[in-house]
């Protein structure tokens, strides 16, 4: 599991799959959520704008990471 430091107390789902370089752009987040790809803390999460705090860890298929 790859651990993603963020500057601020949280962070949109969203930007975090981005600067965890989960996916290429901002755009690619809203058609994998959707489909019920993306998961936070072992739920699936359907919305983008969902705020991240330290310790949430995202997937996306067999790829994770920590907010840190």
Do not use: C, H, W, Y
């Not at 690619?28 to 959520?33: E, I, R, S, T, V």
């Amino acid at each position: 599991m790859l651990d993603v430091p963020i500057r601020d107390e949280s962070i949109r789902l969203g930007q975090f799959l981005k600067l965890a370089n989960l996916i290429d752009t901002g755009a690619d987040a809203k058609p994998l959520m959707i489909q019920g790809l993306v998961q936070v803390n072992g739920e699936v999460e359907t919305r983008r704008g969902r705020q991240l705090l330290k310790g949430d860890v995202v997937a996306l298929g067999s790829q994770s990471a920590r907010v840190s």
